[in-house]
Every structure is written in structure tokens, then in C-alpha cells.
């Protein structure tokens, strides 16, 4: 009988060790990126002399569901790929934030004007493990109410709007959500909801 695991059934050579960090210098630091140059060993010992490491805030994305059972999504401009994304309610810790729940709280209600009853933690991703040592945390937040208009930052350009489940599930299986942590964060909080 097979094992739960799929990878275990085939034959594959033994996950490589953990890589060794020779040195590490500062290229940049500014408010919300570090970027660092690292000398590597490698698992299989091969040392490699510039391996870049991206260090931004950890941040948090919010599945918002309403009192009346729909999603609150986002429109916004992204400069990054110069075209509007589809996106959930999200933004980066503060400087002395530590509980993703609050965030999630705070960026729900600043980017929205939503305010939640509940809110749930559906733990946090890797954006990018090979290069950025950031974490996303997914939250999932019910009975959401509007209770405020939208307070945006300096630079954001968004649109919220509201959505039923089964249309959010449809934008999302035809791939019009295309940031893949976006995607994974709705899909994970539509499988909460046992909506997948």
C-alpha cells in the first residue's frame, strides 16, 4: 500500500543537507528591504561566492468574509509588473507589530473599511524560500461588517469590492488571480470554508 507521502514511493536520492553561510555582507538597507550577498557550502560542499538574500518584513493576507457570506477582494496597481492585480486585504508587520492577527486587523480596516468579528490564523508561507527569508501569514477573517471608509497609504492605488463565494472560487480556479501567494492564501481560506 502506498505511504501518504508520494515522494516517498519513488526512488529518489536522499534530500541534499543544510547549507553552511561563510560570510554575509550588507548591499542595502532601507526601511522595508535588506538585500545581503552570502558566501555558501552548499550540502554537497560546492561553495558558491554571491548568493543574494532578500529581507523584507514579514507580512499578512486576509481572507475577509462578510456578514452576508461574500469575499471582499482588492483591485490594485502594481508597479512591479505595471498592471492591476486581484489581490485579498494584506499588508507587512509594522515596526513593533508582532501578532499577524492584529496586522491582519489593522490592514483589513485601513484597505477595506472592513471590520471583522473573528479572526483565525491559517498559519504562514514562504514567499520565495530560495531568496527572501520573509513569511506571509494567512488569516482568515468572518463576519466581517463595514464600519469605515478606506484609509490609504501614500502609493496605493485600490478598489475593494464584494463577491460571492462561488464567483471568488471561479475568479480564482480561472486563474484571475495571478500573485501565487494571493492565490494560495484564497485558497487555503476557501478551503476552511469548505468552499474547495
Known amino acids: ?20 553561510t561563510l560570510a554575509r ?10 538585500i545581503s550577498a ?8 560546492k561553495v558558491l561566492d554571491t548568493w543574494w538574500i532578500l529581507h523584507f518584513p514579514d507580512w499578512v493576507m486576509v481572507v475577509p468574509v462578510t456578514e452576508a457570506g461574500e469575499l471582499v477582494l482588492l483591485r490594485q496597481w502594481r508597479q512591479g ?8 486585504p494584506g499588508g507587512t508587520l509594522e515596526e513593533g507589530e508582532t ?29 520565495d524560500p530560495s531568496r527572501n527569508a520573509n513569511r506571509c501569514h494567512m488569516v482568515l477573517a468572518l463576519g466581517c461588517r463595514k464600519v469605515a471608509e478606506p484609509v490609504l ?9 464584494t463577491v460571492p463565494m462561488a464567483e471568488a472560487k471561479a475568479m480564482l480556479l480561472r486563474g484571475d488571480m495571478m500573485s501565487t501567494v494571493q492565490a494560495t492564501t484564497l485558497m487555503r481560506g476557501l478551503a476552511e470554508l469548505g468552499e474547495l
Open 1 to 20: 500500500m502506498p505511504s501518504d507521502d508520494p515522494l516517498r514511493d519513488r526512488d529518489l536520492p536522499p534530500p541534499p543537507g543544510g547549507w553552511e
Open 25 to 34: 555582507r550588507e548591499v542595502m538597507k532601507e526601511p522595508y528591504l535588506h
Open 38 to 45: 552570502e558566501t555558501v557550502r552548499t550540502g554537497q560542499g
Open 81 to 88: 509588473v505595471r498592471a492591476v492585480s486581484l489581490e485579498v
Open 99 to 127: 501578532d499577524p492577527l492584529a496586522t491582519g486587523a489593522r490592514e483589513l480596516l485601513e484597505e477595506t473599511g472592513y471590520e471583522a468579528a473573528e479572526l483565525r490564523s491559517l498559519g504562514f508561507l514562504w514567499p
Open 153 to 161: 497609504e501614500p502609493g496605493e492605488s485600490i478598489e475593494s469590492f
